[in-house]
Every structure is written in C-alpha cells, then in structure tokens.
C-alpha cells in the first residue's frame, strides 16, 4: 500500500535555502524536490541586498516566472547584458530558458525580493562574471 500524497506547507521560517545560487542573489525555496514531495517545480524567495547582483547565469530548460515583492530590480540581458527591463513592486517577469541574464537590485538601500517558480527545478548555471561598470545604470553603496 503506498502513502496518499497530501499538501505540505512550508511555514515562514522553514524556507530551504540547499538550493542552487548565484552570487548575492539568494534564493530559499518554499515549494521544491529538496523538501517536498514536488517533482515538476521549484518556487521560492529571492533576495538581493540593497546594491547587490547575481553574477552572470542562466536556467538551464526551466522555464521561470517572477513576481516583485518589494524594490526595484533590473534584468540584464542581451549582447553583453546591454539590454534590460526594469521591475518594480506588483509586476511579473518570464525569463526563458537557456537565457543568459544578470539579476540587479537598483536601489543602494533598500531590499529587493521577489517570488520565483521555476520548472522542472532551480536549476543554475553561473558563467564568467562581467564588471559592474559594463551594466547600464547599477552601482553598489
């Protein structure tokens, strides 16, 4: 006899933070295979300190969406990460797979965090960094 499959709830202080990372972008998941029974999606908490980015990276398959919490990110993209879009609080964002992109936090004292669900998994892939200077707009405190 196998064991039914119930919800599981991940309370606010259980988040898992043994998921894959990319630099000063911190990722805790809430829903995932690393504490849940979920096979087909990972979804999380994301955080950047005020001035602080992800290094360079991308997805691998997984598709991702976003949703701003709180602050004012950026998504670098593009021929050396020369374009970008701008993300406040309430918006969404997808970020196709295999797309390589840097993660900013814009503002140099407040807090950016955002919700992402990604499947299958968080799966992340860092590629070679690239110099604040070469991204339009960022600066750290």
């Known amino acids: 006899m196998t064991t039914p ?29 690393q504490h849940t029974p979920a096979t087909k999606i990972w979804f999380g908490r994301v955080s950047n ?20 919490l709180k602050g004012h990110g950026r998504i ?5 990460y020369k374009e970008f879009m701008d993300l406040y609080e309430g918006d969404f964002v997808f970020v196709p797979p295999y797309m390589p992109h840097v993660e900013a936090n814009m503002s140099t004292t407040e ?9 299958p998994d ?10 604040d200077e070469s991204l339009e707009g960022y600066r750290r405190p």
């Open 5 to 33: 499959v119930v919800p599981v709830v991940t309370r606010s202080g259980e988040l898992d933070g043994g998921t894959l990372q990319s630099g000063d972008c911190v990722r805790y998941s809430g829903v995932s295979p």
């Open 49 to 68: 300190e005020p001035g602080h980015r992800s290094p360079p990276h991308h997805h691998q398959e997984c598709e991702t969406g976003g949703y701003v």
């Open 76 to 80: 670098y993209f593009g021929e050396d």
């Open 111 to 119: 807090e950016l965090v955002w919700l992402t669900c990604r499947t």
């Open 122 to 131: 968080n799966l992340v892939y860092n590629l070679e960094e690239v110099p």
